[in-house]
């Protein structure tokens, strides 16, 4: 009677080992390289906001600098004030904003 009670605690183990799957877990390799592989696509992530934040404030710095010295360069040549200081503004402004406008 004894061993048949064995037998069946033995059978109704073996048979909850077949039924319950185990869990396979991640190596402490694989996650270590998970968390350094989401640390690097965090900051790449924020360098490429970071370099296209800062390449439009230096478009708009460029934008306000040609501005600023073709409007002097009128106002220069139109006065009559110095002719040739005015002109030479205004072409200085206009390969600013080529480079600005075509190349940035």
Known sequence: ???????????????????????CA??????????????????????EWLSLTLNEFLKRIIKITYFTIGLAGFVLWASG???????????????MAFVAEILL
């Open 81 to 95: 004030f110095s002719k040739y200081t005015g002109r030479r503004l205004m072409v200085g402004a206009l390969i």
């Open 26 to 47: 991640e190596s402490v390799q694989e996650k270590f390289q998970n968390t350094i592989n989401s640390w690097m696509q965090f900051f790449e992530t924020n360098l």
């Open 1 to 23: 009677m004894r061993t048949r009670i064995v037998t069946l605690v033995i059978l109704i183990f073996s048979l909850l080992c077949i039924f319950v799957s185990p869990v």
